[in-house]
């Protein structure tokens, strides 16, 4: 858990680096507002993703879940990587 909160601090000190480099448009206002709404679409993500797996966990153990929920991060992580840069 903390490591995960520290992630979310490393992101919020970062934003304005973030979005001069992730959004390079002319607005830097709007490059910064992109920015903290994946900030804050992550952060809410994070409540639903407990309502969804936490009854699941519940259902058919928490093993399963756990294994469930790394194979969903891991196709995630490797649709990623493979877009085209």
């Known amino acids: 858990n903390a ?3 520290f992630d979310f601090a490393i992101y919020g ?3 304005t680096f973030i979005a ?3 959004f390079p448009s002319g607005n830097e206002t709007a490059a910064l507002l992109n920015t903290f709404a ?5 952060f809410f993500m994070r409540p639903l993703g407990g309502f969804v797996f936490g009854p699941l966990g519940d259902r058919i153990g928490r093993q ?4 469930i ?4 991060m891991s196709a995630a992580t490797l649709c990623i990587g493979l877009l085209p840069t």
């Not at 929920?69 to 969903?72: A, E, G, K, P, Q």
């Open 3 to 5: 490591v995960e909160w």
């Open 13 to 15: 000190f970062l934003a």
């Open 20 to 22: 001069a480099h992730f």
């Open 38 to 42: 994946i900030f804050a679409a992550a």
């Open 64 to 67: 399963k879940v756990l294994a």
């Open 69 to 72: 929920v790394i194979l969903l």
